[in-house]
Each structure stands twice: as C-alpha cells, then as structure tokens.
C-alpha cells in the first residue's frame, strides 16, 4: 500500500516565522512529489514541486526531499495570516503515474 | 492558458436522484482527466481517471461512474445518489502521467 502521511494540525505559527510542514512517504518508488494549498471552501492549488534530492526555493517557498530519508517538506518563510490554509502533500509512483495525497496539514498564521 | 470548468458549483440532491457532473478543459489536447471527492475533513480520494476518449479507469466501486464523451469533456454520474456520495468533487487534468495535476473550481454535492 502506497502511503502518503502528513500530520493534521492545526500547525501555528506567528505572522513573520517560519511555518514547516512535513510529509513521509512509505513507497521508495516515488518519483516526484507535489505541496498543493488549499483554502477552505476552495479547490487545491498547486505550490510546488520536487523530484531531486535537496532544495528547492520559490519566492517565500522552499521545498525540501531527502529520498534516503522518505521525507518532503515545505517551508514557508515570513508566514502571512493569508498563508492560513490546509497544505497537501502528494506523491507520485511513475509505474501508476498516479498522485497518491495525504490527508493534509493545516496551517494557522496569527497575526 | 489552460482553464478547467467544473458545474455545478453546488448541487442538493434527495437520495435516490441521479447526478451528472461535467468537467471541461481548455487550452490544451489529450489530457488526462481525475474526478476526485474530498468528503468533509478527509484527503483527497481518486474515482475515476482516463486517458482520452472512451478510457475511463475506475478507482473505487461505488454506485458512481465516469464518461468521456469528448477529447476535453468529463462526467461524474450516478443513476441513484446515496447519502454518503455526499462531499466535494474535483475535476483534475495532467499532461501525460508523471506530472503534476490541476484542479477545477469543484462541485460541492449534499445528498439530504
């Protein structure tokens, strides 16, 4: 069984820090992996994505994958109370080419 | 660009009525298409996906099912709704597999 695992939250933070959510994956077939935010009430949009070992850095957003490990994560640096949102974590198995998601983290940034 | 249109936007249906949901993709050709509901507090969970036209692969039995009539058309439908298809459907296309997906706005579906 493919798994995807993310911890629920609510992960806060105050506004400015650094918010950091974390995602293991249990299938070292994965082959690239994706963060989607969601906002409540509003369909997944997609933030990031990794495939090589290491750091990956967009504007306020850096994704990190260490496949030794099975871990991503994604870092959002100075958090803004509109970074309040619910944070999928989703892995790709090139054999099923098939995005298996966790169930998602939310994150609360307080002003 | 690419656009995804999903419709209804919300939809109340006694138990026992049919659905049909629609998903059109703009902007691109031979995508792959998703439909996938996100029951209230839950992750995502995949139905349907194809790979064009008339290949439709299922996911999970249930009493609903998938049709792709056309290169950018995909419906969700279900002849007779139950209380627990009750949940968030999302439409989703991806270049090929391997690649990331893109979601529609989502239909909110309440079967009462």
């Known amino acids: 069984q493919k798994e995807v695992e993310q911890n629920s939250g609510p992960l806060s933070v105050p506004e400015g820090a650094i918010a950091s959510l974390n995602c293991t994956y249990s299938?070292?077939?994965?082959?690239?992996f994706f963060w989607y935010r969601q906002y409540s009430g509003k369909s997944p949009e997609l933030i990031m994505f990794i495939y090589s070992n290491g750091d990956k850095e967009d504007g306020r957003f850096t994704a990190q994958l260490n496949k030794a490990s099975q871990y991503v994560s994604l870092l959002i640096r100075d958090s803004q109370p509109s970074d309040s949102a619910t944070y999928l974590c989703?892995?790709?198995?090139?054999?099923?080419?098939?995005?298996?998601f966790g169930q998602g983290t939310e994150l609360s940034v307080k002003p | 660009s690419q656009t995804i249109h999903q419709w209804p936007a919300t939809l109340v249906q006694p138990v026992g009525s049919p659905l049909s949901l629609e998903c059109t993709v703009e902007g691109t050709s031979n995508p792959n298409l998703y439909w996938y509901r996100q029951a209230a507090g839950r992750g995502l969970q995949l139905l349907f996906y194809?790979?064009?036209?008339?290949?439709i692969s299922s996911e999970v039995p249930q009493n609903l099912s998938a049709s792709r009539p056309q290169d950018r058309q995909f419906i969700l439908s279900s002849k007779k709704l139950l209380l627990s298809d009750s949940g968030f459907y999302l439409c989703?296309?991806?270049?090929?597999?391997?690649?990331?997906?893109?979601f529609g706005p989502g239909t909110r579906l309440t079967v009462l």
């Open positions: 194809s790979v064009g036209i008339g290949q």
């Open positions: 989703a296309w991806s270049y090929g597999w391997g690649n990331e997906q893109f």
């Open positions: 299938d070292r077939g994965s082959q690239s």
């Open positions: 989703a892995g790709i198995y090139n054999q099923g080419g098939k995005l298996i």
